[in-house]
């Protein structure tokens, strides 16, 4: 039985010595030992300022952390992470974070190598049941792995952990390809795999911030004030699953690699030390509501939009599409006029199929274009290419199907983050100090 620390936040270095002292996280780290440090980076905006609370593991528990291992005498430290973006040929977004949150000053004072994962090498790793994965040789190679997801909930697997942070190690084509439209073997079942591909992961929760309705920015941050550490990875997420109120055994890929190695997802399975959980639960809601059909989101209901079909998102849609679902909803919504569409349904993913009594089918995005693109049952195909879909495309289509949207709704499209900064203001609690290097 796997230990697992919960500790209050309250002092730089000192709170999260304590949950790696309780836990005895590094208690297998030798001096010399190579490491391998992923954060959690999902999103950054190089234009505007960003809501990082709940979204981004702090920079105040990264540094902590690499101080830890520093103190225990480890060798090369690896910091890496592959930033989502927009634009599959941006370079240049993951180093603007590195650079804001202080990394590279990090780097030079701890001796740290810092690095865009995207740089590779990747290697295939077979997984079995016919998945293969490209794997940072980083990861692969390092003796240890300091696993540092924020406490967080997810719009598709319900929490993103420890385990769900691992896909933030494998290339762009195999983040895709975790969104599966198998039923079984699908993106819950891909991340319970990732966990199998390396041993010595320690997990350290970062819950400082905590986020209902994530990932992303668009979620709702609190300030929780929360470590949660283990050297082992999934007894760490069944309890981060639980301070986030969720019975365990309810986390589909959490369920699934517990079963693998022959445990309970559930907290009979873990030795708690530290605070107890009873003083750190707080329920985090994780869903999107629509309607009872799933075809339409509940803003859109608000507004009374009709002739619309927006089937609600499924486990195959992957990251780079999803990143524009919200602007586009944004974008419809915004032009209902109180005059019902002409019958238009929007799919999305790599599983959904037309309503063939509707009049126009927007396919978005590769996946979409490739599965319905022949469809007998679509009256009006309208395709918009591209993995993600190509914006200029997206207007043109959705102003095909009779809707006349804003197009400067997606031109300020870089600039959406700053919307969400609002919420956060004169909120003293919330501060970006948690996100720099401190002086």
């Known amino acids: 039985m796997n230990k697992v620390s919960i500790v209050k936040y309250e002092k730089p270095g000192e709170s999260v ?11 297998r780290l030798k001096p010399g030992d190579s490491v391998f440090i992923k954060p959690n980076i999902v999103f950054w905006s190089s234009v505007v300022d960003m809501p990082p ?9 990264l540094e902590d952390v690499v101080r830890e291992l520093r103190k225990r005498g480890a060798g090369k430290i690896v910091i890496s992470e592959g930033t989502v973006t927009t634009d599959p040929k941006d370079t240049t977004t993951g180093l603007h974070a590195f650079e804001t949150l202080g990394y590279n ?16 090498p990747f290697k295939q790793v077979d997984l079995g049941d016919g998945v293969s994965l490209g794997f940072s040789e980083d990861l692969l190679n390092a003796d240890m792995v300091v696993n540092l997801p924020v406490l967080k909930t997810h719009a598709q697997t319900k929490v993103s952990l420890g385990l769900k942070n691992l896909k933030g190690c494998i290339d ?15 993106l819950d079942a891909h991340v319970a795999k990732l966990s199998s591909v390396v041993e010595n992961v320690v997990t350290i929760i970062d819950g400082i911030y905590t986020l209902e309705k994530g990932p992303g920015f668009t979620g709702n941050a609190r300030r929780s004030d929360i470590l949660i550490a283990s050297s082992d990875m999934v007894s760490a997420d069944i309890v981060g699953a639980a301070a986030l109120g969720f019975d365990p055994a309810e986390i589909r890929h959490l369920a699934i690699r517990c079963k693998e190695r022959g445990m309970e997802p559930a907290l009979s399975s873990v030795e708690l030390v530290g605070e107890p959980l009873a003083n750190v639960v707080s329920a985090h809601a994780w ?50 006029k109180g005059t019902p569409f002409d019958q238009v349904q929007v799919l999305t993913g790599k599983m959904m199929k037309p309503d063939p009594s509707m009049h126009h089918t927007i396919l978005m995005g590769k996946c979409q274009v490739t599965l319905n693109r022949k ?40 600039f959406a983050p700053a919307l969400f900064m609002a919420k956060y203001a004169n909120k003293p609690e919330f501060t970006q100090d948690f996100y720099r290097v401190q002086d």
């Open 287 to 336: 869903d999107y509501p629509y309607n009872p059909e799933n075809t339409l989101p509940a803003n859109m209901i608000k507004r009374g939009v009709s002739g619309l079909c927006f089937p609600k998102y499924d486990h195959s849609l992957c990251t780079y599409c999803s990143a524009i679902m919200g602007i586009l909803q944004v974008a419809i919504g915004s032009a209902y």
């Open 53 to 61: 609370w709940g979204v981004i593991t702090t920079t105040r528990v």
């Open 172 to 186: 762009k084509k195999s983040r895709k390809l975790c969104h599966s439209p198998d039923m079984i073997l699908d």
């Open 105 to 120: 000053k990090l780097a030079k004072t701890y001796d740290l190598v810092i690095k865009d994962i995207f740089e590779g």
């Open 17 to 27: 010595s304590k949950a790696i002292e309780l836990s005895g996280a590094f208690d």
């Open 375 to 414: 469809n007998p049952d679509i009256k009006d195909p309208i395709l918009v290419p591209g993995c993600p879909p190509d914006m200029n495309k997206l207007i043109e289509g959705v102003k095909k199907a009779g809707i006349d949207i804003d197009e400067n709704i997606f031109k300020a499209f870089d």
